[in-house]
Nanobody
């Protein structure tokens, strides 16, 4: 089991920045991968960024060069630094963790990000 608690969402003007945090209830080294997804009203939940712990990261084309996913091992926390925000980044952002060997997937409660034009 992994509990994930997100924080850091809010309202920001276009061009601004936010940093989302996702704190895991167990050591980050016992988790295979962590990711951020987002879901805008009336749309499907889409992958924004993911990291295989201790290995590679990947980003959706729409956020490359603007968003950065990072891990603080000591705090068992994953961050999503979001810069140059656009109104189309408005969504509820969800943290996800995958644990081996069963590839069980866990979700946080979501945090709202609203970017005004």
């Amino acid at each position: 089991q992994v509990q994930l608690v997100e924080s850091g969402g809010g309202l920001v003007q276009a061009g601004g920045s936010l940093r989302l945090s996702c704190a895991a209830s167990r050591s980050i080294f016992t988790i295979y991968s962590m990711a951020w997804y987002r879901q805008a009203p009336g749309k499907q939940r889409d992958l924004v960024a993911f990291t295989i712990i201790g290995s590679r990261t990947n980003y959706a084309d729409s956020v490359k060069g603007r968003f950065t996913i990072s891990v603080d091992n000591a705090k068992n926390t994953v961050y999503l630094q979001m810069n140059s925000l656009k109104p189309e980044d408005t969504a509820v952002y969800y943290c996800n963790a995958v644990v081996l060997p069963a590839k069980n997937s866990y979700w946080g409660q979501g945090t709202q990000v609203t970017v005004s034009s």
